[in-house]
């Protein structure tokens, strides 16, 4: 069997592409770790697993099987007619009458047994990718102050590569944190706050590799998040009293999963228009729909912006 070669985010995933790729389970495969990713910062890897996998080859027949196939059957020989070519007839075939038809049959049901055995080895191979695993067992939160303090220590340290001399306040209500980096620091934010996201994400990320919680983490810096918020409701009212006195839809600039979901949430307490989402991200936007023109039921009302768009927001 040929060698392949597949790659994955780690070397786990790129077996379980191998053995999806070449059918068979784990036992019935071999592989060769080609390259393995590479440790990047914040503990995030770098570059991809390239494994190489086979088919294990089987152990050929032995000589003196092979030399009893190839045996011609006694007063047989190539004789034309007669009972030597009904002989070879009946070795080729597998045996005449009631026995060739019982060893038929046999090879038969060999050969749906060994389907049946792969289909059962196929289903018992679960988790990603297909290969059977034990339950994980379920990690308890660990305790808020942990949590916090992980947090604090983290963007100190980020801030401070930064070259910003500034403090971080931490405000926990219920499961949620938010982390607020004081003072205005345009470098922290970036364009369209791009640099902040890609800041509370990393947070995230250690936080929850350090202290694994349920805790739902965000990052604001100099009280941008919440004008921003206060920016887009007030954007929000004037659309929809646009879409209201014209008896149109009004298409909003694209925006991310947080900022529709402030939009749909401000739109929601208002009379006469409704909101739905179109597109897709990163060109997802939201149209502000008068209520006489929409439907009375929308497909394109997305049950996304008010789950996933909820999880990115928290």
């Known amino acids: 069997m040929e060698w392949i070669e597949t ?7 790129a077996k379980d592409l191998a053995l999806d790729n070449l059918g068979v389970d784990e036992g019935e495969a071999e592989f060769e770790v080609v390259e393995e990713p590479r440790q990047g910062l914040f503990g995030r890897t770098r570059g991809a697993a390239r494994v190489r996998a086979r088919v294990v080859p089987k152990t050929p027949r032995a000589k003196d099987d092979r030399r009893d196939r190839k045996r011609k059957p006694k007063g047989g020989g190539r004789s034309k007619g007669g009972s030597g070519q009904r002989s070879e007839g009946a070795a080729a075939g597998g045996g005449s009458g009631a026995d060739g038809h019982r060893a038929q049959s046999g090879d038969k049901q060999s050969g749906a047994g060994k389907d049946n055995n792969r289909n059962d080895s196929n289903n018992n191979r679960g988790g990603r990718g297909g290969r059977p695993r034990a339950d994980r067992p379920k ?3 660990s305790p808020m102050e942990d949590v916090q303090a992980c947090v604090e220590e983290f963007l ?3 801030t401070s590569a930064f070259g910003i001399d500034t403090t971080v306040e931490i405000e926990i209500e219920n499961e949620y944190m938010t982390a607020h980096i004081q003072g205005k620091h345009g ?3 970036g364009p369209k706050a791009r640099t902040l ?11 929850q590799r350090a202290t694994p919680s349920s805790t739902r983490i965000k990052v604001d810096v100099g009280g941008y998040r919440e004008a921003r918020k206060t920016a887009l409701a007030g954007f929000a009212l004037k659309a929809a009293d646009r879409a209201k006195d014209e008896q149109v839809e009004v298409v909003l600039e694209p925006m991310n999963s947080a900022d529709r979901k402030v939009v749909h949430d401000t739109l929601n307490e208002v009379d006469g228009v409704g909101t739905r989402s179109a597109g897709n991200d990163p060109n997802r ?11 009375a039921s929308d497909p394109e009302v997305e049950s996304d ?10």
């Open 7 to 13: 790659t994955g985010k780690s070397i786990e995933e």
């Open 139 to 141: 990690v308890e939160d």
């Open 156 to 158: 100190t340290g980020l």
């Open 187 to 189: 470098l922290l934010l």
């Open 197 to 207: 996201d890609a800041i509370q994400e990393l947070t995230r990320v250690t936080a």
């Open 285 to 295: 936007r939201v149209v502000v729909v008068p209520e006489v023109t929409a439907p």
């Open 305 to 314: 912006d008010d789950v996933a768009e909820t999880v990115a927001d928290d």
